[in-house]
């Protein structure tokens, strides 16, 4: 123990000095700390994507291109054609070491939106064509209401005029008949008297 009474020499002067700070060594050895874990790589996997159109993908939320590496675990795949019309959403497993092949089918998605567009524009079109030929139809009934109305309003015009017109003959023959009988007694008398 010859090192033993240095130590003790060098803790005391070192105790006395104010703010020193004081190592202390043991007899036994050095002091060993416990070491760090080494840090585990994150496991992690690759995701591939194949799309059937041509489209962009976002993975959680993050745009990414056709492979990536990605955590372990469950991952959502949102896959959109260029033009952003037909969207789908999927969720992907992702497996240690492994790679994961995400097939996106924007196809369907596509046929199905066109043949509904297309539905509504034939209904629509139906209705315009329809539409059309309920006011033609309309238009010519009226057209014909208005032509009768005038036929009416003629006839009854023309009966109008010829009441009027038999009228003012009946009361001119009736004027000329007075007129008539009348001279007929200045000339001559009364015609029954002559007989």
Do not use: Y
């Amino acid at each position: 123990m010859s090192g033993g009474w240095w130590s003790v020499i060098v803790l005391s002067v070192a105790a006395s000095v104010p703010g020193a700070v004081v190592l202390a060594q043991q007899d036994e050895g050095p002091v060993l700390r416990p070491k760090k874990p080494a840090a585990k790589p994150a496991a992690s996997a690759t995701l591939l994507v194949i799309c059937d159109l041509d489209c962009t993908w976002n993975l959680d939320g993050e745009a990414k291109g056709r492979k990536t590496t990605v955590g372990v675990g469950q991952h959502v795949v949102v896959a959109m054609t260029e033009d952003g019309a037909d969207q789908i959403k999927q969720i992907s497993e992702a497996k240690t070491g492994g790679q994961a092949v995400v097939n996106v089918e924007l196809r369907p998605l596509r046929v199905a939106r066109l043949k509904v567009e297309q539905q509504a524009k034939d209904k629509a079109d139906k209705e315009a064509r329809e539409k059309a030929a309920q006011d033609e139809r309309e238009r010519v009934a009226r057209e014909q209401q208005e032509r009768e109305q005038k036929d009416r309003d003629q006839v009854a015009k023309e009966r109008q005029e010829k009441h009027e017109k038999v009228t003012e003959q009946t009361a001119q023959a009736e004027a000329d008949g007075r007129l008539a009988v009348a001279d007929d007694r200045r000339v001559g008398g009364n015609p029954r008297r002559q007989r």
